[in-house]
């Protein structure tokens, strides 16, 4: 005991005021990030200490006694960045003190790990209460209530390794990013009543051609208690931050047994007159369940979207309208000194500028941070997220003993993914695995094991594997076994090639898969080989040249740009330690934009073209909207103009709110300003959202010019 106290002292914050500082500085940020209750949920932010085991042995029991070498850290935090041990690979732990209050007595407690990459042991007061095998990017939670001491400091400890795997998704060294080890994502205390809802499950099936939605909830019921529970389990539906009168979802009465978890479907209701989600209006709604037990009530909100994306012959249709969509992939835990331990801020910041690089579709190599896909939920992103199987190597010369064993983790993950994502409207797919040897026995049979299991638990989404072998004999790829064909293509850098080879290419795949959309899942610039010299001209022209193809082809449905940063990853050929990445990206490693954002962030937009030129005492504004990739109908849209004059300040201005705009539109606009000693006119297409489509500068000391955006 004494041994203990001795390490309490050590700890830079104790008490129960630890736990209260974390849930009273973070309380607002958290209910965005996370499903809304009555329970209490405080982020375990600050108060933890960090140590590495160089030889992997020490015990939970040795690591509670022991007081030296110790580092307070806040989470999320990986111990692979900048200025730290960017090459260690193994084992290190983490632990931090919880006081119980006597409040706690009758609640049930429960620790939540969004993610610890990649394997984690979880002891309280030296004793083991969970763990996490061979899953890094997907939430786990423990349960703590059995072994607190009520009224006392309790240690909280966790074992996190990342040391390679032959056995888990991703594969040994089989994957192109960073392996960064440590609590990655926030984690967060949970106390609730001891019957609780676990979570939700929300289906929104909207009818189009009778303007109504289906909305139907399914509540996961913990009763932690010794004797059977009945409970009371009902709800409401209401568009988010609207007043408008809610929508009750009948109660449903129901008995749990002790100790077990029930899932209850709860009766489905009708929303009239829904607000769709859209990547330009992305409505969102709040589905409230409560439930009561004896003396206990405990209640659980969570936002969802009510949308239909689908895919029909060769062409995608978000609520009933035809699509073509272009975007750019993200490479998570890139920035060297945070890592995959990214803040908030970082988060927001990264896709700020992929929104402005008028990205409305993107896909993703493993499951994300929650932050990430809440950001796409409320600014209009369309996702695919994925299972972390990557590369020929991972299914390649195995046998069928640990095929079962990789099946097995992907599984797992698919599930945990499903159940945690599934509410977000974001996600319009699930990714299977990415180029895997789309021709390998092997890589069929777990792919088709996941779309097994996905399309039972998930039949509303899509499904889809992006390939690398479709270039020779296309129809024997397994891409064309399921429900779009996703092609990643790299013409120029990573094999011979340019445009010609590419528009070739394309037309194979529509004879190969004559019925099916067709997604450009990669393609870009790589610095990677020693052939390739560095600049950004390459990438610049892979941009503009094989957009132009792809839109040309009249055959591709969707279009992702690989990749929005240069990535930090294992098999990084430039730079070292924390720096070591793949230039591939329109931003570095900081965010510090190259030529090629502008170049991409024109390709990406609906804007077509922009024309602004002198009309007598006015200004004419020509607008031709894109027919096809991207092609979609610009509805809600608006014309900022600004005239600059003073200093080149702005000091007039005026919004011209647009008609609904068709995909090959034109429209001509005119504005006037009565201020003088005008310098220039800038105009901003906005979207909706308030992100810009498109802008357009006329600089007024060249007359007779015209500006073209």
Known sequence: MSSRRKFLSTLPVLGAGVVLAHGNAAAGQAAKQMPQSNAESYPLKDGWQFRLDREGTASAAEIGRNGDGWEAV???????????????????????????????????????????????????????????????????????????????????????????????????????WTNDGGLIRPVNLLITPRVFIERVEIDAAPNLEAKTAQVSVRAMVRNTRSDVGTVRL???????????????????????????????????????????????????????????????????????????????????????ERVRLMGLERMAGSHPEFGMAEPAEWIDANHRDMKELNCVFTRVH?????????????NGILMQEEVPAWGPMTFSKIDANLLAQLTTNGLEQLREMMASDRNHPCIVSWGLCNEVDGKNPNSRAFAHAIAKEARAADPSRLLTYASHSLREHPEEDMAGDFDFIS???????????????????????????????????????????????????????????????????????????????DYRTIVGDHGTDALRQRVHGIVDVYAGRKPSFDALRTQASPVEELVLSPAGDAWELKLVTRKRLPGYTLRGYAARWLFYGYDDLPMDGKIDRLPELAPGATITLKA?????????????????????????????????ELARG
């Open 234 to 320: 009902g709800g409401t539906v209401q568009r988010e931050g609207s007043a408008e009168k809610q929508t009750r979802i009948p109660e449903k009465t129901v008995r749990v047994a002790a100790g077990a978890t029930q899932i209850v479907a709860l009766d489905a209701v009708t929303i009239e007159s829904p607000e769709l989600w859209h990547f330009d209006a992305p409505n969102l709604y709040d589905a409230t369940i409560t439930l009561e037990s004896e003396n206990e009530k405990h209640f659980l909100s969570d936002c969802f979207g009510i949308r239909r994306f689908e895919a029909r012959g060769t062409e995608f249709f978000l609520n009933g």
């Open 74 to 176: 806040s989470v999320p935090h990986t111990w692979q960045t900048l200025g730290r041990e960017p090459e260690f690979v193994g084992v290190a732990w983490y632990r931090t003190e919880i006081a119980a209050p006597e409040e706690w007595k009758d609640r049930f407690v429960r620790v939540e790990f969004e993610a610890v990459f990649h394997t984690a042991q979880v002891y309280l007061n030296g004793q083991g209460v969970g763990e996490h095998l061979g899953k890094g990017y997907t939430a786990f939670q423990c349960d703590l209530s059995p072994g607190l001491q009520i009224g006392q400091a309790n240690l909280l400890t966790v074992r996190a390794d990342n040391t390679f795997s032959n056995t888990m998704l991703p594969r040994l060294k089989s994957f192109d």
């Open 487 to 565: 092609a990643n293509e790299y013409f120029g850098s990573w094999y011979p090639g340019g445009p010609p080879e590419l528009r070739a290419h394309l037309e194979d795949l529509r004879r190969a898969f004559p019925n099916k959309p067709i997604v450009v899942s990669e393609y870009g610039w790589c610095e990677c080989q020693a052939k390739i010299p560095p600049g950004d001209e390459d990438r610049v022209t892979i941009v503009n040249d094989h957009t132009q193809v792809m839109r040309e082809s009249d055959v591709v449905a969707g279009a992702i740009y690989f990749d929005y940063n």
């Open 672 to 704: 006037s300003s009565s201020v003088g000693n005008l310098k220039r006119v800038a105009v901003e297409i906005l979207r909706p959202t308030g992100f810009a489509a498109a802008r357009i500068d006329l600089d007024l000391s060249k007359p007779g």
């Open 366 to 378: 493993w499951p994300q941070d929650r932050r990430v896909l809440e950001f796409c939920d409320r």
